[in-house]
């Protein structure tokens, strides 16, 4: 048990958020929790950790220096992926490799110095949802290591931060060219309309059409 005090930004109702919580109750002294909500967060007092995963809250500088330590990202995206969407672009891509990130938070999107890279295989049966679900288990593994880590240094992951060969790329992609992407253009050629597929379809989000200002959604049958 490590004692020292966390504040986690995580996903309410979300599988993998619940396992991280999970991770950090049996491996930290004291453990606070913010689920993502879209209006503003109030923290008033200060936790030696902050560990965000899986959340959409973008985290001000007056919230980062409530960090004594580190206030640590968990990017589901190798550095060569920056922002919102990076499974969906890296499939559109035909990338090869994918990965995760650990770094630090500054406030600039996903830019702070780099903790921990893993990276692995894009098999071609991967679609947006088995790639996200490799991502996820890929950085929960991450965190079960920085712990291991910390257990090891007192907490002191500047090790890691000062051998780390990593560099994080300057495109940042956006949630414009995210929105941009699920709308297909009906002249697109049939092996990039299958990439489009491949690289928007989920569960919850379906590529559309856009005709006389009506949307036509993709539906597999």
């Not at 913010?34 to 503003?40: G, N």
């Not at 030696?48 to 980062?64: E, M």
Request: hydrophobic residues 40%.
């Amino acid at each position: 048990m490590l004692n020292f005090t966390v504040l986690f930004f995580g996903k309410h109702n979300d599988y993998y958020s619940l396992n991280f919580l999970k991770i950090l109750k049996k491996n930290f002294r004291k453990v606070k929790v913010i689920w993502y909500v879209k209006k503003k967060v109030k923290i008033t007092k200060k936790f030696d950790y902050i560990f965000s995963f899986r959340s959409h809250f973008i985290l001000n500088k007056t919230i980062i220096a409530k960090a004594k330590i580190y206030a640590i990202n968990f990017h589901p995206g190798p550095p060569k992926y920056r922002g919102i969407g990076c499974v969906n672009f890296a499939l559109l891509n035909n990338e090869k490799n994918y990965g995760a990130t650990v770094h630090l938070i500054n406030e600039k999107i996903d830019n702070g110095k780099i903790i921990k890279v893993d990276q692995f295989k894009i098999f071609d049966n991967y679609n947006v949802t088995s790639l996200l679900k490799r991502t996820y288990i890929t950085q929960l593994n991450q965190l079960k290591f920085i712990i291991r880590f910390m257990k090891l240094n007192n907490g002191d992951l500047d090790y890691l931060i000062d051998n780390n060969r990593f560099i994080w790329s300057e495109k940042l992609y956006t949630r414009k060219q995210l929105d941009k992407l699920y709308e297909i253009n009906n002249r697109v050629s049939k092996k990039k309309f299958k990439n489009l597929i491949r690289a928007t379809v989920t569960d919850i989000y379906k590529p559309y059409i856009n005709f006389y200002n009506t949307k036509f959604f993709y539906e597999n049958r």
